[in-house]
């Protein structure tokens, strides 16, 4: 049975697998648009749009700590409320994943995911 399964393994231990899901973040941040895998986009999105929704509810206590542990460095943090301004309206749906050719090497599904562009709250 696959009780209490959710999300995808990415032939990594725990550890490693939530190292990249911050390595992806960070670099999303900082580049706006990054190239992976169709797997490890599609997971980036669930990891990377609860914390837009949590940096748009405003930054008590608590939100200021959940974020510093699932971000890199203080940059991404200063970054991450930049996206959560501009979609300060938007009901969720902050990245858009764009499906690439495969991989010639290896015949991998690549994606391009994208931060959607936003309007600044009036």
Known sequence: MKHRTKGR????ERS???SLLRGLTSDLLHY???TTTLPKAKELRRYFEPLVTAARKGMNRHNRVMLSQSLRAPEDMERL???AKLHATRPGGYLRITRLPTKRQDDA???RVDI???EVAK
């Open 81 to 83: 409320h930049e996206v």
């Open 16 to 18: 490693q697998r939530l």
């Open 116 to 118: 959607m562009p936003g």
């Open 109 to 111: 599904t690549m994606a």
């Open 9 to 12: 393994i990415l032939h990594r």
């Open 32 to 34: 706006g648009t990054i």
